[in-house]
Each structure stands twice: as C-alpha cells, then as structure tokens.
C-alpha cells in the first residue's frame, strides 16, 4: 500500500523562536533568521525563491523543508464606499473570503486612519447559526496558521499588483477583526499562533488594541484566551438577549447558555481591563421586541460593554428579514434611555453581498452547477 506523504509546514506559521532555531541547527548565522521573517512577514513574498539575500543553498534547504503556497485570488468585488471583498483559493481548491474596509470619515467629520481586513479562520461554519450564509454549505476545516496570515499578506500583493504600494511602504492593513467565515475560537492553537504573527514586532507588528477576536459564545475557550499576555478586543456575537430567542437562531446556545457565557466574559474582563464589544444583528420579527431591549440592556450594564446593532442584511435562501429604519431607531433609543452606550454599525459593502460568506456561497454554488 502506497504511503501518503504529510503536507509540508508553510513557512507563514513560523514565529521568530522557531526560525531562529531551524536555522542555526542548519549552521546559519543568527541574523539570517531575521532576514527570513522580513521577507515572509514585512515584504509578503510569494515564493522563497524572491528571498534574494539568503543564499542559494539556504533557499534549497527552506523549499526542501518547507511550503510557501500563498492564497490564490479567485475573485474580488469593490463597493462604491471603496470596500474590497476578496475570494481566495486554497491550494486544495476551498475557498474563502476576506473583506477590506477603508479608512472614513466620522460623524464628526474626522478621517480614520483605520484601515481594516475581515479575516477568516474556517473554511465554512459548524456552528449553523440561523441567519448567517457561512454555515450554509457547511464545514470544510479549519484554517492553518499560514491561511489565516497570508489572508493580510495576500492584500498586501494584491496592493503591489495594483500599482500603489512598492516593498517596504506602510502596509495597508493595520486594524484586524476575526469575523470573517468560521468560529475563531473553535480554530484555537492557529487563531493563537496567527495572532501572535500579527502582533509580533519581527511579524506584521499590528497592536493587540488594533485586533479583535470575535466569537459566537464558546466559553471556555473565552477563559483560555483570557489567560493570555496579549490585551486582544473580545467581540460577542450575541444576536439574543434571552435564551429563549438565542437558543432558536444560535444553536451554539444550548450548549453555553447565556449565564455561562456572560461569567465566561466577565472573567476576560477582569483578566484584562478591557471594555468588551456585543454584536447584535437585528432580525425583524425575532429578537427586536421590548423584552430583548430590556434583557439586553441589563447584560450590556453587567458587562460595562458596548452594543453594536447590525440590520440584517438578507441572504438569498434564508427566510429573515431586515427590520425597517423605524425599528432599529427605537431599539437604539430605548438601550440609551436604560443608559446603555450603543451604536447603529455603518454598513460597508451593501452592493457586494456584505455578509459574511455570501461570496463564496454564490461561487460554490456557480462552480457545483458548471
């Protein structure tokens, strides 16, 4: 019986301790391993072989050893509001999405300077939320630490590709939000081990302030990221406000029940000083009436957060529909009449299938029927 040979280590999912210890085991001078990060995490190359300064004989070892298969892009999409939705192929032909979101203008009239990428961690979705199209096709795998890095390295290209951006500029990305497609905390030694790359000074040196972590409720793995150094923005996508409303359209629910998810979040804030972010998609018919407003208002003041409300934005084949201006209006002011401090999220991207794995549910489904 033929053996199957295991896939190589992408080269993207080395930190600095490892790629110092590969290569003075090779016999190679401390400060080639600086050089190798800089290649992989600051100028986002493609091929070991663009790696020009390391010499030949240490290229042969990294391609002998290692993978370096970076994110192939199999479609993009450009809002008018300048929003980038990007479809990338994986080199075992999943895909999945990313979506960038540029700098705007406040309602003071200040620029950000915030120039954000959506970043995926799953290949689909396991968890079957009710009213989100990544679950839609189901679960595929998981990320490797290397796909949900190069997610940011591949804009990077992408930007040199179009002629703005030549090697060593400021990068472009530099605030990072896990909420694209998959659970990120379900994903939890990659999520981790990209993270780092992220924020590392020899990787791409973006700040923990400047990246969030976004989950459906898992909470145990909310405690254990807790107990981590790093001060990364928590993100609740708690939708429901009410077992009984979130058990129907949040079946991750019924296993972590509200009371033990809020415990969960508190235990990350005393860990870290650190105001959370609720998320709360408003589903016309389903979680907009006075007694999630009044439930929600009393987790929002035990948990000190931040409300976030999101419209719905309706996903061919899911039957919910997008409440009207009027309703989300009197949601958002009955939660500051019970001081609570909320927002009514801008939305980005409208005209480009906005939400979250609708891209590749369309391209999937065009691709199954060719």
């Not at 620029?111 to 290949?123: I, K």
């Not at 079957?128 to 490797?144: I, T, V």
């Not at 923990?208 to 150094?229: C, F, M, N, Y």
Request: glycine content about 8%; overall charge neutral.
């Amino acid at each position: 019986m033929r053996c199957q040979t295991e896939t190589p280590r992408d080269l993207r999912s080395l930190n600095a301790e490892e790629a110092e210890d590969l290569l003075s085991g090779w016999g190679h001078k401390s400060y080639r391993a600086k050089q190798l990060l800089g290649w992989l995490y600051k100028k986002s190359v493609g091929s070991i072989d663009e790696m020009t300064d390391l010499p030949q004989g240490l290229r042969e070892q990294l391609a002998a050893s290692f993978a370096l298969q970076p994110l192939k892009l199999a479609r993009e999409q450009c809002s008018v509001d300048g929003t980038v939705k990007f479809l990338w192929r994986l080199e075992d032909d999943q895909l999945i999405e990313s979506v960038l979101i540029p700098a705007s203008i406040g309602r003071d009239g200040s620029q950000s300077d915030r120039r954000t990428l959506c970043v995926s961690s799953q290949v689909g979705c396991a968890y079957g939320c009710k009213f989100c199209a990544s679950g839609l096709m189901g679960y595929k795998r998981n990320l490797d630490a290397s796909e949900i890095v190069d997610q940011v390295l591949a804009v990077e290209r992408w930007r040199l590709s179009k002629g703005t951006w030549s090697i060593g500029s400021e990068p472009l990305v530099n605030n990072i939000v896990m909420m694209g497609m998959g659970e990120p905390l379900a994903n939890y030694d990659n999520l981790l081990r990209a993270l780092e790359i992220f924020n590392a000074p020899w990787g791409l040196n973006i700040g923990a302030r400047k990246i969030t972590v976004s989950t459906s409720g898992l909470a145990p793995q909310i405690r254990r990221l807790a107990e981590t150094p790093q001060q990364y923005h928590l993100a609740i996508s708690l939708h429901g406000a009410t077992d009984a409303v979130r058990d129907k359209i949040m079946p991750i629910n019924r296993k972590y029940p509200l009371e033990e998810l809020i415990s969960a979040c508190e235990a990350y804030q005393q860990a870290k000083g650190r105001m959370i972010w609720v998320e709360y998609i408003l589903i016309d018919g389903v979680n907009t009436g006075l007694e999630q407003v009044e439930a929600l208002g009393d987790l929002a003041k035990r948990l000190k957060c931040k409300v976030n409300l999101i419209p719905y934005n309706p996903v061919d084949s899911i039957q919910l529909k997008r409440p009207s201006d009027g309703i989300v209006s009197q949601f958002r002011d009955a939660l500051h009449h019970l001081g609570v401090r909320v927002t009514v999220r801008i939305e980005k991207g409208t005209d480009i299938d906005a939400a979250c794995g609708q891209l590749r549910l369309k391209s999937e489904k065009k691709f199954s029927s060719a």
